[in-house]
């Protein structure tokens, strides 16, 4: 028997062998997918849907947003930020009902949400755009119908109101935000139930900093209605901080 008959290796044994290591790899791969996409959960980024519309123009029913959840544990919040949060007691009454969705954009969530990056709970948050921060005195509306930070008044762009609307609020408010809460308001002034219609719930209207989950700067579906998410610094510029 020659020396290359002794050390040739049965073609079926290779063939397993080979299939066992592509299965091992397969395993570590899965695994190390899913680690990475828990801590990116976990410490980074989530997705979210809009159930409401609040927050439109900005943000139409059923988009899809990227939330930064450094934000505001690591990344401090400005005025300005769209913010997503937990309802602080009060605000849903009853939350909106599931919305019917394509079955490509629901196939899609359902695999985020099984890596971690999507959550089925997305009409149990709210979200708002942050006009005042922890002490800010916040005050509507002056003769021109504008809302004040601080004495400035805001000339805000983002704003959907009604052809027929004299200030950019219903009702009139004047405001101190307590310490580590947040005043809050929806883009679509008059048809939100933001920081100004819950003065009877347990947090009289405010937000928790606690509760922010994170702040929105991407809308990622659909398609045609990608982009960033401004909070439209020129807005807020010149505000002076808070009691100074």
Same mark, same amino acid.
């Given at each position: 028997?020659?020396?290359?008959?002794?050390?040739?290796?049965?073609?079926?044994?290779?063939?397993?062998?080979?299939?066992?290591?592509?299965? #091992?790899?397969?395993?570590?791969?899965?695994? *190390?997918?899913?680690? *990475?996409?828990?801590?990116?959960k976990?410490?980074?980024? #989530? $997705?979210?849907?809009?159930?409401? /519309?609040?927050?439109?123009?900005?943000?139409?029913?059923?988009?899809?947003?990227?939330?930064?959840?450094?934000?505001?544990?690591?990344?401090?919040?400005?005025?300005?930020?769209?913010?997503?949060?937990?309802?602080?007691?009060?605000?849903?009454?009853?939350?909106?009902?599931?919305?019917?969705?394509?079955?490509?954009?629901?196939?899609?969530?359902?695999?985020?949400?099984? *890596?971690?990056? $999507?959550? $089925?709970?997305?009409?149990d =948050?709210?979200?708002k755009?942050?006009?005042?921060?922890? /002490?800010? =005195?916040?005050?509507?509306?002056?003769?021109?119908?504008?809302?004040?930070?601080?004495?400035?008044?805001?000339?805000?762009?983002?704003?959907?109101?009604?052809?027929?609307?004299?200030?950019? $609020?219903?009702?009139?408010?004047?405001?101190?935000?307590?310490?580590?809460?947040?005043? *809050?308001?929806?883009?679509? #002034?008059?048809?939100?139930?933001?920081?100004?219609?819950?003065?009877?719930?347990?947090?009289? /209207?405010?937000?928790?900093v606690?509760n922010?989950?994170?702040?929105?700067?991407?809308?990622?579906?659909?398609?045609?209605?990608?982009?960033?998410?401004?909070?439209?610094?020129?807005?807020?510029?010149?505000?002076p901080d808070?009691?100074s």
């Amino acid at each position: 028997m020659t020396e290359e008959s002794m050390t040739a290796e049965n073609p079926a044994d290779r063939r397993r062998r080979g299939a066992l290591a592509f299965l #091992r790899d397969l395993v570590i791969i899965v695994i *190390v997918a899913l680690l *990475v996409s828990f801590l990116v959960k976990t410490f980074l980024v #989530r $997705s979210f849907y809009i159930p409401s /519309g609040s927050m439109e123009n900005t943000l139409q029913i059923d988009d899809r947003i990227i939330v930064n959840e450094l934000v505001p544990d690591i990344v401090d919040m400005q005025r300005g930020d769209v913010v997503v949060f937990t309802d602080p007691g009060g605000w849903l009454n009853s939350p909106p009902p599931a919305a019917d969705v394509p079955w490509i954009v629901s196939a899609w969530d359902g695999l985020l949400n099984s *890596v971690g990056l $999507s959550v $089925s709970d997305s009409n149990d =948050h709210l979200i708002k755009r942050v006009i005042g921060l922890p /002490g800010d =005195h916040v005050t509507c509306c002056n003769t021109l119908g504008q809302m004040s930070v601080n004495g400035v008044p805001l000339n805000e762009p983002y704003l959907l109101l009604p052809q027929s609307a004299q200030a950019v $609020s219903a009702t009139s408010f004047d405001v101190t935000v307590p310490d580590d809460s947040l005043w *809050v308001m929806g883009d679509n #002034r008059y048809n939100s139930k933001d920081s100004r219609y819950n003065g009877n719930t347990p947090g009289k /209207g405010y937000v928790p900093v606690d509760n922010v989950v994170g702040r929105a700067f991407v809308i990622s579906w659909p398609l045609a209605r990608w982009q960033w998410l401004s909070d439209y610094p020129e807005t807020f510029a010149g505000i002076p901080d808070a009691g100074s």
